[in-house]
């Protein structure tokens, strides 16, 4: 599930961030599941074609046109059968907190090329301006959204990492409120509930990471 957390009501300008999010950041984020998934022994990530990065593989229609035009979105679900898994509650944590790590990733990897950059971004005129803008944009869109998926609130992957620690009987619990938390996240993203709260996390992460580039 994504959303971009901070941005205003929209106008045409926020389709830039939103489409970078939908055809760059949503496809690593589910290749990342798939990818775990498959690595853990689920063959159907792969027989669901979604071990790839081409984004019309992982797009939902009702999903990205609510991240277009909304802001908060969400991609086709990569299934996953946990009865493949040697350990079912650990393995589901670790194909979750895949998509997660791979925004953080990318955000890393990409800091580290805005800071490479960086003096030629500010002397290189409109061409250095634009590419200095859209590589921090990347950033902090990835970041962003890595922090949003950790919540644990059902359906987010932070819901199935919390899982992992619960007994069993908590664990169902948890896993039933997955048909209401869609409602009360986007309650949460219109209401700009969450962006202040989140803001501090992603500022702390983005500072560290920058202190490994510089």
């Known amino acids: 599930m994504y959303s971009l957390l901070n941005l205003p009501a929209f106008?045409?300008?926020?389709?830039?961030?939103?489409?970078?999010?939908?055809?760059?950041?949503?496809?690593?984020?589910?290749?990342?599941h798939a990818f775990v998934a498959s690595r853990l022994g689920d063959p159907t990530p792969e027989a669901e074609n979604r071990l790839t990065l081409n984004p019309l593989r992982h797009i939902d229609l009702i999903g990205s046109l609510m991240?277009?035009?909304?802001?908060f979105g969400w991609a086709k679900p990569v299934q996953v059968d946990p009865r493949y898994f040697e350990?079912?509650?650990r393995d589901m944590a670790l194909v979750s907190l895949a998509g997660p790590f791979s925004n953080f990733?990318?955000?890393?990897?990409?800091?580290?090329?805005?800071?490479?950059?960086?003096?030629?971004?500010?002397?290189?005129?409109?061409?250095?301006?634009?590419?200095?803008?859209f590589l921090e944009a990347l950033v902090f869109l990835n970041l962003g959204l890595g922090v949003f998926n950790l919540i644990p609130?059902?359906?987010?992957?932070?819901?199935?990492?919390?899982?992992?620690?619960?007994?069993?009987?908590?664990?169902?619990?948890?896993?039933?409120?997955?048909?209401?938390g869609m409602f009360i996240l986007l309650f949460l993203a219109m209401t700009g509930s969450l962006g202040g709260f989140l803001s501090n996390f992603i500022t702390g992460i983005y500072?560290?990471?920058?202190?490994?580039?510089i």
């Open 11 to 32: 106008n045409p300008m926020d389709l830039v961030p939103r489409i970078l999010v939908l055809f760059l950041t949503m496809p690593v984020h589910e290749f990342a």
């Open 67 to 71: 991240l277009l035009f909304v802001g």
């Open 87 to 89: 350990k079912p509650k």
């Open 105 to 133: 990733l990318l955000a890393f990897l990409t800091l580290g090329l805005y800071a490479n950059i960086f003096a030629w971004t500010v002397t290189g005129g409109a061409p250095g301006f634009i590419v200095g803008s």
């Open 153 to 180: 609130i059902p359906p987010l992957d932070g819901s199935k990492v919390l899982a992992a620690f619960l007994p069993n009987r908590f664990y169902w619990t948890l896993m039933q409120f997955e048909r209401y």
């Open 207 to 213: 500072n560290a990471m920058l202190k490994v580039w």
